[in-house]
Structure formats: C-alpha cells, structure tokens
C-alpha cells in the first residue's frame, strides 16, 4: 500500500516531505500568541473528523515569525493578529480574517473592581498608583504584569488610546512572554493585574476578572457589534498557489459550521469567508 504524507515542521527552516508518526499528515501553524489557545480548541477539533492528520499550533514567534516562515517556504500556514505591511502583501500573500477578539484587563482575585476608566488604567501601569487602596479596590500593593515591546495586545491597546501609547511603563512591573503566562499569573497572584486577549482569559478560573474599560465591558455582546473599544481581528496568512489540498481542507474546516462552533466556544467570534 502506497503511502504519501507531508510535514511542515516548525523551528528547522526546512520545508520537510516526510510521513509523522503513524503516517499522519503534519500541518504545524506558528505565529502569533494571541489566537494560540483557540487554535489548539480548532486543530483538537478537526484531528476528531480528520484520523489521519494532526495540527501542530506551537508557541509564538508573533506574526512577523510566521508571516517570515510563509515568505521563506518553510511553512504553508501561518497564524496572524494584524494586517500585512504593504511590504508584505507585495509577496502576494493570502489575508484571510477568520474571528475576532477583544484585548482586555485583568486583575486577580483580592481585586475588588469590575473596570476602571483608561486613565486610571495608565496611573497604575505607571506606577503612578502602587496600591489598590487608591482606588477603592481591595488592599495591598499592586503587582503589575506587563508584556513584551511588539506583543500583539501591547500594540493594539498603544494604538487605540494615547494614555498607553505615551506611557512609560513602571520599571517595578514584570515582563510576560506569552498570554498563557499572563492568565497562569493572574491565577497566581490575586493582587495582581494585566493584560490578555478574551480567548486566552477564557481558560483561567473564574477569579480571573476582565475589567470593563470606561464604562464598556468586553461581553461577547459588545464584541460582536464592535462597540467594545479593543478589538484584534485573526487571520490565515498563505499563498493561494502553494497552499496543498491537505492545508486548504484545514482553513476550509476553520470556517465550516464545526469550525466555528469551536471557535465561538473559545470565546472569539466567528467571521463569516
């Protein structure tokens, strides 16, 4: 019996035609952090219907490490949280938005507070504000968990509101490098509070608490009709012309109704093709 399989792997640069394990088919999708956890719920979901193929979602190399690995050949799929640079799309790359997502505080359990306004956001963030007495919001100092200059979310809040965009962030804060990261601290230190994706959020208990921001909670409601001020739209980037039969079942999966249904069950919403 004659058998033909491929294998994308991540981290060797090499574009490999090998069978995995068990002679199943390997799609591996770097990119960004931020729509890792509800890619994983997508693979975990299509490996159900599809036996004979696994779908690797690694950790993140952000969206400029995916888009580079399309560019080079040594990927078929990657995972993205914003648009192409114009230098990008000169590469005739396919965009392919496929949910969307809302950037949201959060604050631990010893946090007595449903939101704050933006202002009061920029003060702690600062260091400005150093305990949670300040603000009426529970007692003792506050932990402040940053990410990484260039993560997905840091650049989508800086965008959206000048208060975080000129901030000089406390040098007390610590540095983060993955939303998983972000929701295992938050669990951890109640008096703790930062920043995440919604869908990321969705896997941390329940004394995890997203803020509302001025007034406007991140609901599932307020994201779909984009009235919640923060929102990051995630996308497939690929090449129409070197996308195999095998990968463009994948992306054809993430937009069917099972596809979706995983999706939405992570806390995203849904877009249509």
Known sequence: MRMTSFAWLFGAGILFGLPSAGGAVTLTIPGTGACEAALKSVAAAYERTHPVARVVIPRS???????????????VLARVSRPLTPEEAEKKLVHRVFARDAVTFAVGAGVRASG????????????????????????????VLLREQGDA?????????????????????????????????????????????????????????????????????????????????YALVYRE????????????FLFSRAGRNALSDHGLTPLER
């Open 116 to 143: 704050f306004t933006i202002r009061q956001i920029a003060d702690i963030f600062s260091g400005k504000v150093t305990r949670w007495e300040v603000l009426a919001a529970g007692k003792g100092p506050i932990r």
């Open 241 to 252: 012309d070197a996308l195999p039969p095998e990968a463009r079942d994948f992306v054809d």
């Open 153 to 233: 979310s840091l650049n989508i809040l800086m965008s959206r509101y000048k208060e975080i965009r000129d901030l000089r962030f406390t040098s007390q804060g610590k540095i983060l490098y993955h939303d998983l990261e972000m929701v295992d601290m938050l669990q951890k230190y109640r008096n703790s509070i930062g920043f995440a994706t919604m869908s990321s959020l969705g896997a941390a208990s329940a004394t995890v608490i997203p803020l509302a921001i001025d007034g406007i909670a991140p609901t599932k409601e307020n994201i779909s009709a984009a009235s919640y001020p923060v929102l990051i739209e």
């Open 61 to 75: 190399v952000h969206s400029e490490g995916g888009i580079r690995q399309v560019i080079d050949g040594e990927v």
